[in-house]
């Protein structure tokens, strides 16, 4: 007879009492609310053919959870708890799984790091030193150290695959319009921001993704025929440059990807050279709308000022939804000629915590040297990241897949091959 999902909440429960004060993942749980889902889960008729049927879920505290305030990392929200559950939480909750609890993220998921002010940093759980990412970088720490199963994310410029590469566990970005947007908005960001998983395994990954998109699970097949696979170490920003180990982690990816019967040929995308401009001022624009109505004076110091920035961008018109920008039609031409791009998702492993403590532009320049991911935010593809090993400091690496909008399948078909040619590593249990 399986395990209940009462009995599995009781030992996440525990694990969490254990792990959450030194790792911080999770910003917000309910013990009472959790065991309350859980039993609602083993009361469900036909559980069994439930896809997500008693797992754990922990949800970015940016999404609205019956029970829980959404407090977006900050201070100057509200913390009255949200009074019914968002779409999204209503369709993982329909397939079988329970909450655990809300994940930490930075101040408005502005950055790629998880360190707010308010509620103190999340930690990774490789090594409680360095950043898990960000900004889902709670969920992929609480999936990292078992606490949760499955995370559900946001990914604005790398927001899913960062942490996942941080934390040595699965992350994909979809493009938009297959996940809805949490409180039924068309756009968030200039249509920078999309929802999706992060897991432990590519099989765990399709299947939550698939329950978000509002559609049956299938079995992931192996992909038919030999794929034309794009690989780039160039950096999309003038200057960014790779480090070695990283460098062999795709390298090694590589050979696995011709080991499958796959051709693999350099091919460096079409990055404009002015692609930072671009996203900074949707992206500035977007923490604008993100902050109107919220006190100033309780925001941080530096997203007060990025408030004020993309505010005075918005009123220049500056900055326009994504899908007018010429890169989405370059890239549409790119791929044309390949089927998937493998490239680096960061530069290095998890860099350490407090790091990044100065003003906004200082660490808006740095961070973007770290991060090889906004780019495909503002050219509306699908992006993953996937575990490459571990670093010489020990330290999860990771590469990304990028594939054309409609392609996230095909995507994660590859990623479960290359998963099954090198197993993702498993952090050691305490």
């Known amino acids: 007879m399986p395990e209940t999902a009462v009995d599995i909440a009781r030992r996440r429960l525990a694990l969490i009492e254990r792990l959450n004060p030194a790792l911080g993942a999770l910003v917000a749980v309910q013990p009472d609310l959790v065991l309350e889902d859980a039993a609602r889960v083993d009361a469900l008729p036909d559980l069994e053919r439930r896809p997500l049927a008693r797992v754990p879920v922990a949800i970015k505290d940016n999404v609205d959870v019956a029970g829980y305030p959404t407090r977006h990392g900050s201070a100057a929200t509200s913390t009255e708890p949200a009074r019914q559950d968002d779409e999204l939480v209503r369709r993982l909750r329909e397939a079988g799984a329970f909450v655990v609890g809300k994940s930490k993220l930075p101040e408005l998921a502005i950055w790629p790091f998880t360190e707010p002010q308010a509620f103190g940093p999340a930690r990774n759980p490789w090594d409680r030193s360095r950043t898990p990412g960000g900004s889902t970088g709670g969920g992929a720490a609480a999936v990292a150290s078992g606490m949760a199963r499955l995370a559900l994310g946001s990914d604005g410029g790398g927001s899913i695959r960062i942490p996942a590469a941080c934390c040595g566990i699965f992350g994909i970005k979809p493009a938009p319009g297959l996940v809805p947007l949490p409180g039924g908005v068309e756009s968030h960001w200039l249509g920078l921001s999309a929802h999706g998983p992060l897991a432990p395994s590519v099989t765990e990954a399709a299947a939550m993704l698939d329950v978000l998109a509002g559609r049956d699970p299938e ?85 007060r000022a990025m408030a004020r920035a993309g505010a005075a961008i918005a009123r220049r018109g500056w900055a326009t939804a994504v899908e007018r920008d010429s890169f989405q039609t370059a890239m549409a031409g790119f791929f044309g000629r390949w089927d998937l791009l493998l490239m680096p998702t960061l530069t290095s492993t998890a860099v350490p915590i407090g790091k990044w403590r100065g003003g906004w532009i200082r660490t808006s320049l740095s961070v973007a040297n770290w991060i090889l991911t906004p780019a495909w935010n503002l050219a509306g593809v699908a992006a993953a990241s996937l575990p490459a090993g571990l670093g010489e400091d020990g330290l999860p690496l990771g590469v990304q897949l990028v594939a054309a909008p409609g392609r996230e399948r095909l995507l994660l078909e590859v990623a479960a091959r290359i998963e099954a040619r090198r197993p993702f590593p498993t952090l050691a249990a305490e």
């Open 219 to 303: 079995p992931l097949e192996r992909p038919e025929g030999s794929l034309r696979v794009a690989v780039s170490l160039k950096h999309p920003l003038p200057g960014g440059r790779v480090s070695d180990e990283v460098r062999r982690a795709v390298r090694d990816t590589v050979l696995i990807l011709g080991a499958e019967g796959h051709r693999v040929t350099v091919a460096d995308p079409p990055y404009p050279p002015d692609i930072g401009p671009r996203f900074i001022r949707r992206w500035l624009a977007g923490i604008a709308e993100d902050a109107r109505g919220l006190d100033p004076s309780r925001l941080e110091t530096r997203t």
